[in-house]
């Protein structure tokens, strides 16, 4: 497959801008419905930071799920999120929208493309409330063959090098117990030694492993299917500004190196620039002050669609999102920074926290939140504390052999030296939990009695502070094995180590406020003629709260779709050239098979 990319296209039907999940799920709809695309990427390669997630989407009732035998409707989502919601009636146009078009979507999707799912299976929602799922909400993208692109393969980025091993391998959600315990059967010893020698082979012929597994399997796909159908995508191009005629978005002004040109839109305009993370003002004036400095966002997003929106006359969701994002606690890393990465960090999403015999205190060395609680909700508790006991940043705390058991961060469970992540200053260690105490500048006396108050609770398995082990996410991150409470173990006699972590968000909450249609709206709510947002330029349909995982992919491709659908039922701007398919009625073929 080669890749196609276009030098000089003036004038299209829809225009996108950015190459990550939100917009070339755009573009990859429009394209499908017979509009003419471009899409303009500012980076280098296409995937922004969905190339480095997890790759998970929250469609309740989805098909793929139902058909695995995981029973789900999206009555009992709207009750969740009705439940979770200060304010129910704030966005629910596009949630009910969501809801009853998401499965549709990723189907219509499965059928015309590479854009394919599979069930996850067990995947508790967040927090435990009426309407909350423990299994069929959430979808991971299919496994993608990465050689299946050809050349166009070093078009993806990678994932941070904290989610690979051997320096290029992807290791799935799947694969990390077969992996750990590849000792354990046979089964999980083939495993481990097909993936291996496929990574051999493949280093042989390319810069990083080809088996792409979660985000990067996600945006290889869409990237994949758009070049099937030959949709443009000119990479290291980026918006400047907007163009306006007469009240309408009429195309954008671009930039590529020193060559800038204007692109005229017949239907319209997709922003997809990922939100405003990596921006300090807009973080400064959407997040909790001081505004965390931290970011697991690709260093392109600089909320240039917002931007160029909000000078174009658009409206933002503000202060309205509580913290303005969605929060992971991050350890820092100690990356080789010079061939051109950005800073390291790693986002405890799922692997350390909710595990037997690890707390994370605060400045004086005593809890503060459930440990095993979403990474979402520990930020949310780190937040809320911080006024009183600094814990920002906080500590994890535990014995070394947690770590060699559970891993800890980027050390990899197993790992038996630990030498050289405490010579990067990934965390500290000592003999006693004084030293440790002192080697945290944390209060010791503090840290001694935490402890000896955990440890009652390992006992009786009954955490009398923060609840840890009461959830059904909870549970599912903490340890089968371990009793009488699978999320507390006593920290015993040491040696220690503890590692410190930030908040971080993984995506944007806050951002351009659209109609359920995807249509970015005007300071006096009305929709704005030949512009549309999706992925976190859209401000988020969830109003800040994270009700499960998948949060914002989900709603990237479903909108990213209803842009596309909308624009694409629109009268071209100017005269479509006859032999170009009919656009309106492609989407409203797409339309019809969606509510069938
Ligand atoms: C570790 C991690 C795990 C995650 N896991 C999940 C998960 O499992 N499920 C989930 O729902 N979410 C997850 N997320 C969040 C998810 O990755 C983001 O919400 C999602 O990528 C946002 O998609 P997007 O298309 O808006 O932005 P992006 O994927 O970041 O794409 C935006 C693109 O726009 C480009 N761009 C920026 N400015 C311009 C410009 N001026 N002109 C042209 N192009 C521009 C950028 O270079 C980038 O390529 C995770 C995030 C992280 C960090």
């Known amino acids: 497959m080669q890749p196609t990319r276009s030098p000089a296209t003036h004038e299209v039907d829809l225009l996108v801008i950015g190459a990550g999940a939100g917009g070339m799920a755009a573009a990859l709809a429009a394209s499908l ?79 015309r493309s590479e854009v394919r799912f599979v069930p996850c299976g067990r995947h508790p929602d967040y927090l435990d409330r009426d309407g909350a799922a423990v299994s069929g909400r959430a979808l991971v993208a299919a496994a993608y063959d990465g050689r299946r692109l050809g050349a166009a393969f070093a078009d993806v980025r990678p994932p941070i090098p904290e989610f690979m091993v051997f320096g290029g391998m992807m290791v799935g959600k799947d694969d990390i117990p077969r992996l750990v315990n590849r000792f354990a059967s046979v089964a999980n010893f083939m495993h481990a030694a097909r993936l291996f020698a496929r990574y051999v082979g493949d280093r042989l012929r390319h ?135 950005w800073a390291g960090l790693f ?86 939990l004084g030293h440790l105490a002192q080697a945290m500048n944390v209060d010791a006396a503090g840290l001694a009695e935490t402890v000896a108050r955990h440890n009652r609770f390992a006992e009786t398995g009954v955490d009398e502070d923060f609840r840890k082990g009461h959830s059904e996410l909870n549970r599912f991150n903490g340890d089968p094995a371990h009793g009488p409470n699978p999320c507390i173990g006593r920290i015993g006699d040491g040696p220690y180590c503890a590692m410190a972590v930030w908040p971080a968000e993984i995506a944007c909450s806050s951002g351009l406020e659209t109609d359920a249609q995807a249509r ?46 909308h624009a694409a039922s629109q009268p071209a701007e100017v005269d479509t050239p006859a032999e170009r398919t009919d656009a309106a009625t492609a989407a409203t073929t797409a339309a019809e098979s969606l509510t069938a």
């Open 33 to 111: 419905m017979g509009l003419e695309v471009l899409v303009c990427e500012k980076a280098a390669q296409v995937g922004g930071t969905a190339a480095t997630s997890a790759g998970t989407i929250w469609i309740p009732g989805n098909r793929q799920s139902r058909e695995a035998g995981f029973e789900d409707s999206a009555d009992a989502a709207r009750r969740y999120l009705d439940g979770l919601l200060a304010d129910p009636a704030d966005g629910r146009a596009l949630r009910e929208v969501y809801l009853a078009r998401g499965p549709a979507v990723v189907d219509w999707f499965a059928e």
């Open 207 to 341: 810069p990083r492993g080809t088996r792409l597994v979660m985000g990067n399997a996600l945006v290889a796909r869409l990237y994949a299917s758009l070049l099937q159908r030959k949709v443009p995508v000119r990479l290291g191009t980026r918006l400047e500004s907007l163009s306006s005629e007469n009240g309408r978005v009429t195309g954008a002004r671009l930039r590529d190196g020193q060559d800038v040109f204007e692109v005229r839109a017949r239907r319209g305009v997709v922003l997809a620039t990922g939100g405003f993370a990596r921006d300090a003002a807009s973080r400064q004036r959407w997040m909790p002050v001081p505004a965390p400095v931290d970011s697991m966002a690709v260093p392109s997003d600089t909320g240039d669609g917002i931007a160029a929106a909000l000078a174009a006359g658009a409206q933002a969701s503000g202060r309205s999102h509580g913290s303005g994002a969605f929060w992971t606690p991050a350890s820092r890393t100690g990356r080789d920074t010079s061939k051109g990465q």
């Open 347 to 432: 986002p405890h999403l799922s692997l350390d926290r909710a595990k037997p015999g690890l707390i994370a205190v605060n400045g004086a060395g005593r809890r503060f939140a459930n440990e095993a609680d979403s990474y979402h909700h520990f930020i949310e508790a780190m937040f809320a504390s911080h006024a009183r006991t600094p814990p920002i940043p906080a500590w994890l705390v535990c014995e070394t052999r947690f770590v060699q058991t559970y891993g800890l961060g980027a050390i990899h469970p197993g790992t038996t030296d630990l030498r050289p992540h405490l010579l990067a200053g990934c965390f500290v260690a000592a003999p006693s």
């Open 520 to 565: 970015v709206l005007d300071a006096a709510g009305q929709p704005m003629p030949g512009l549309y947002a999706c992925g976190n330029d859209l401000a988020s349909i969830m109003r800040g709260t994270y009700p499960g995982p998948g949060t914002t992919l989900g709603p990237a491709l479903v909108f990213g779709f209803l842009a596309a659908e």
